[in-house]
T-cell receptor, first 112, second 112 residues
Framework: NAGVTQTPKFQVLKTGQSMTLQCAQD?????MSWYRQDPGMGLRLIHY???????DQGEVPNGYNVSRSTTEDFPLRLLSAAPSQTSVYFC???????????FGSGTRLTVV | GENVEQHPSTLSVQEGDSAVIKCTYS??????FPWYKQELGKRPQLIID?????GEKKDQRIAVTLNKTAKHFSLHITETQPEDSAVYFC???????????FGAGTRLFVKA
């Protein structure tokens, strides 16, 4: 039982490049979310999913896309990276909407 | 939109003293309030949560209280220890939107 696995752990991108942050969980959780963490701003919700095939926008969705084709996987795509997307990204999953999240170990992304 | 405010942003206490972190939320439909602890360089981890049908919950040295009328909830840590030093986040779940919104975090320092 690996929990929530995120890859890569570190990434440097050039402005305008695209990439996908991977997230997988093996706990059969229906609820999955992506957050970004910036100093002094806590964790801000990017996108979330309440089950396979169902996604919705969070607080800061611009510049990001998600899909949920399986219960296990919830990738986050950066369409055209910008320096403002430099951040630490956390994927999280939950058994139910009113249960606490299990977080992945995070991806530290730098856009230059 | 939904908003969670957290105070103070930094808190320094002497070992053995108590620490209190306060949060307010804007959406009266919120009904689940988790608290997370994040140690330096690590992922957030759930430490305690409370649902809207309960006014107080305790787990050893930590407790959470909820005032639904005032839309306030607080984390209380008693007999603080150096290993309690971390960033603490409050959060609120809006049932209608399935979104968990986080506060900006409180950095707690426990001085030995």
């Amino acid at each position: 039982n690996a929990g929530v696995t995120q890859t890569p752990k570190f990434q440097v991108l050039k402005t305008g490049q695209s990439m996908t942050l991977q997230c997988a969980q093996d706990m059969n959780h229906e609820y999955m979310s992506w957050y970004r963490q910036d100093p002094g701003m806590g964790l801000r919700l990017i996108h979330y999913s309440v089950g396979a095939g169902i996604t919705d926008q969070g607080e800061v969705p611009n510049g990001y896309n998600v899909s949920r084709s399986t219960t296990e996987d919830f990738p986050l795509r950066l369409l055209s990276a910008a320096p403002s997307q430099t951040s630490v990204y956390f994927c999280a999953s939950s058994y139910s909407r009113d249960y606490g999240y299990t977080f992945g170990s995070g991806t530290r992304l730098t856009v230059v | 939109g939904e908003n969670v405010e957290q105070h103070p942003s930094t808190l320094s206490v002497q070992e053995g003293d108590s620490a209190v972190i306060k949060c307010t939320y804007s959406d009266s439909a919120s009904n689940y309030f988790p608290w997370y602890k994040q140690e330096l360089g690590k992922r957030p981890q759930l430490i305690i949560d409370i649902r809207s049908n309960v006014g107080e919950k305790k787990d050893q040295r930590i407790a959470v209280t909820l005032n639904k009328t005032a839309k306030h909830f607080s984390l209380h840590i008693t007999e603080t220890q150096p290993e309690d030093s971390a960033v603490y986040f409050c959060a609120a779940l809006n049932t209608g939107g399935f979104k968990t919104i986080f506060g900006a975090g409180t950095r707690l320092f426990v001085k030995a």
